[in-house]
């Protein structure tokens, strides 16, 4: 038995040798700031070619293919789009995991606005600051949409820093919508939080088997926690001191204090038993089968209510129109709402004719005439003059509701550590409101726990616990 | 041409003097065939299954990121000792605790319960294990799927029929009291058959004079089940308890099709929360030293009780 001891002593001994050469390595090329694009798109290919893109499963990712593959062929057909998708749970992994192992399938990432800052830090994806001055008309943009989907550092919100870099294009603009039943509490929509939620609980009371609201609750993604910043903005309140760096004490203050309290207390109670899980898809479940007076939802999610196939509230669109009203969110000590919608970038791994492509592809969807056509097929847009042509405005009857929110929008944090932020506001705010945590205690423990996030930069040893 | 009588007295020798079958290589020695066929799957479990861990264990002293890069600074035990104090990992050791006690227990009990009513019907008992299989090869992510749908207090089926006999709504999956115990019992629905199954061969295997001999002795049911179902069938059940317990121990698919881990962090198991510092903050390094020092415990653990395991063997 001489011999097999003596090969698995070779074995382990080149084991152990591959392991430190390996470890002796480091990372190849880990860089601290994102590559520049060109300024100029470089020559593209003739060949047949199919630029990927990578986002969440919803309705506008299945547009977006659509829309690219019907349009952008026009110009160049020897291209292919392919939008690829994964659950909203799996969003932010799967495009990290690739960027960590320095190889994408994907070489136009949707980032969510807050996730910027990591893949910036992170030098996964192309600074298209140059890019953006030779080629793209920043000003038929309202500032903050220009800044709030491709820049870094965070703008402060509602401007934009023009001497930052530019990471990014806008691809869809978001917010959310009010959607109220005209036939329960009137055609008029409450004008303040406080009259939604009186007019929530008389819908309530005088409609047994319908609930007064419906609102994202689940602890996964950011859903509960973009409840929570809504009504904390809403009730005069702040995530955080930016410059400082500051939570604690800040999002924890008297006024997000009310705001958890107006959440935990008097809005949850009007809710569906066991809608503590509730994200998109549920809500509008809620709505299409007439389970829910006044809800809140992403405009961009917000067409299929409209389909009488998924309705139980009109066999047409226009008498589902007939009970479904949309509109901004009501107002009460600010009339702040939440910035939602995504950016387009270039994954720095892609082959350079790719992302000479992807490039083109970027200015070509930022043209005028092609946002509108984008609004026409479902889209939302971001440059001001396709908010406000009839192609948007007439295609959905949310979409004014979309013009007419652009300037009272509000972001998250768009740092790096934001997964983990939004983790501890989510799992907290969930706990708040399925009764597992006094909604005193989440909200000083968010404050408590993310402000720990923000210092631990730099802690050596134990971090993400 | 060969002596037959040389043959016949000297059968062994011959037959190792035979030389190499044609074709056969002189240089290929049995040893350096043994090498040969073996290095395929030597190379695989070390590139798959040995060098990760290793990997892993190097990492786990490290501060280094899978995104952020950059070169791996060690810290030595500052992981080890940051999980092994932090409030927020007892807390999910505890939840992973009450799940896999909860779990295996029930389990056991049932599938057990079940393999003894099956051993004893004498028709239709391939087609009844069969059907009690079935759970088992379905995957645990179209399990919670389902399950999913089935417990959804506004929408499923449950609470419907709770419903249709005059009970309540319950919130299975949103109150920290319920959806614990739901995790529980969906894992329960799945991982009975496997317990039962074990049992069933361990039952099968039950030698039936003893039955016989017990008879003529006018032993009751009970007696028998006592003194010869249950002392033989045991060490192969406490296996099958083994095997649960340590895939109980790391569970996560259930977790995060049907809890994502709430209310809160209420349902978070262990491996929930090593996904969630490995691939939300990407903090690789402590996330490396969580994983070691949960392989440590399983294997602590299964050894203490294949020590027990053994000491039963031996008495």
Redesign the interface.
């Known amino acids: 038995m001489r011999?097999p001891r003596r090969?698995g002593q070779l074995?382990a001994a080149a084991?152990?040798v591959?392991?430190s050469l390996?470890?002796c390595g480091?990372?190849d090329?880990?860089?601290a700031n994102a590559p520049k694009a060109p300024a100029d798109i470089p020559e593209l290919t003739k060949d047949p070619l199919t630029l990927s893109f990578i986002w969440f499963d919803w309705p506008p990712a299945k547009a977006l293919e659509a829309f690219a593959n019907a349009e952008y062929t026009k110009e160049r057909s020897n291209v292919t789009i392919k939008v690829n998708v994964v659950p909203n749970?799996n969003w932010?992994?799967a495009m990290?995991?690739q960027?960590?192992a320095h190889k994408t399938d994907f070489d136009i990432p949707i980032l969510d606005s807050q996730h910027i800052g990591?893949a910036v830090?992170?030098?996964?994806i192309l600074d298209i600051t140059d890019f953006v001055k030779k080629n793209i008309d920043v000003n038929a943009y309202n500032p903050y949409l220009l800044a709030a989907y491709g820049q870094f550092p965070q703008a402060e919100t509602g401007q934009r820093d023009e001497n930052a870099s530019l990471y990014g294009l806008p691809l869809l603009g978001d917010t959310w919508t009010m959607i109220y039943r005209k036939d329960l509490i009137g055609d008029t929509p409450p004008a303040t939080w406080d009259e939604m939620i009186a007019a929530a609980q008389k819908c309530q009371t005088e409609n047994p088997g319908v609930s007064g609201l419906a609102f994202h609750q689940?602890?996964?993604s950011d859903a509960a926690a973009v409840t929570y910043n809504t009504v904390n903005g809403v009730y005069g309140g702040n995530l955080w001191d930016s410059k400082a760096r500051k939570i604690e004490g800040v999002i924890n203050d008297a006024a997000g204090q009310e705001a958890m309290d107006v959440l935990v207390n008097k809005m949850k109670p009007l809710t569906?038993?066991?809608?503590?899980?509730w994200f998109i898809d549920e809500v509008n479940?809620?709505v299409a089968q007439g389970?829910a007076c006044i809800a809140f939802n992403w405009i961009a999610a917000s067409g299929g209510l409209l389909d009488p196939e998924q309705s139980t509230l009109g066999k047409t669109r226009d008498e589902i129109l007939g009970k479904l009203g949309f509109a901004t969110l009501p107002k009460q000590k600010t009339d702040l709402v939440p910035l939602g919608g995504m950016g387009m970038h270039v994954s720095a791994y892609s082959s350079p004719e790719k992302q000479a492509e992807a490039l083109n592809f970027m200015k070509w969807f930022e043209q005028a005439d092609i946002q509108k056509k984008w609004a026409a097929a479902g889209g939302v847009p971001a440059r001001t003059d396709a908010l406000s042509s009839p192609e948007f405005l007439n295609a959905g009857p949310f979409n004014k509701v979309y013009a007419d929110s652009v300037s009272r929008m509000r972001d998250m944090w768009n740092v790096?550590?934001y997964?983990?932020l939004i983790?501890i506001e989510n799992?907290?705010v969930?706990?708040?409101?399925?009764?597992?945590?006094p909604p005193k205690d989440?909200l000083n423990d968010i404050a408590k726990e993310q402000q720990a996030v923000l210092d631990s930069a730099g802690k050596?040893?134990?971090?993400?616990? | 041409m060969s002596d037959p009588v040389s043959l016949t007295d000297h059968p062994v020798q011959e037959a190792s003097a035979t030389p190499p079958a044609p074709g056969r290589s002189r240089h290929l020695s049995d040893r350096w065939l043994t090498v040969a066929f073996i290095s395929p799957a030597l190379l695989l479990l070390l590139a798959m299954s040995v060098f990760p861990l290793l990997w892993a264990l190097y990492l786990s002293f490290t501060d280094y990121s899978a995104t952020r890069g950059g070169p791996a600074t060690f810290v030595w035990f500052e992981n080890f000792t940051a999980i092994l104090t932090s409030a927020q990992v007892h807390m999910r050791a505890f939840t992973t605790l009450l799940y896999v006690v909860g779990a295996v227990t029930l389990q056991t009990v049932l599938g057990f319960s079940i393999a003894y009513l099956i051993s004893r019907r004498v028709r239709g008992r391939g087609v009844l294990t069969t059907l009690f299989l079935v759970p088992m090869m379905l995957s645990p992510v179209v399990v919670g799927l389902f399950w999913r749908f089935m417990l959804d207090a506004q929408f499923g089926v449950i609470n419907s029929m709770l419903g249709s006999i005059g009970l309540g709504q319950v919130e299975w999956l949103t109150k920290q009291n319920t959806a614990l115990i739901s995790l529980i019992v969906v894992d329960t629905w799945q991982w009975t058959p496997f317990i039962m199954l074990i049992a069933l061969a361990g039952l099968t295997a039950v030698p039936k004079y003893l039955y016989e001999a017990a008879s003529i002795d006018r032993a009751s049911e009970w007696f028998r089940f006592r003194t010869i179902t249950l002392p033989l069938v045991w060490p192969l059940l406490l296996i099958a308890v083994l095997f649960r317990a340590i895939e109980a121990f790391r569970l996560f698919d259930l977790v995060y099709i049907l809890t994502s881990g709430g209310p809160g962090v209420s349902t978070e198991t262990l491996s929930f929360h090593v996904y969630k510092v490995a691939f939300l903050g990407f903090n690789t390094g402590t996330a490396s030293a969580y994983g070691i020092l949960m392989v440590l415990i399983v294997i602590v653990l299964a050894q203490l009780y294949m020590r027990y395991l053994n000491k039963l063997k031996e008495d």
């Open positions: 011999y090969i074995a084991l152990l591959a392991t390996t470890a480091g990372d090329g880990a860089n749970a932010h992994d990290f995991t960027f960590a990591e830090t992170n030098g996964n689940a602890n996964g569906a038993a066991g809608s503590g899980n479940a809620a389970k790096p550590e997964a983990r983790d799992t907290n969930n706990a708040a409101l399925n009764g597992a945590k989440a050596k040893g134990g971090g993400g616990l």
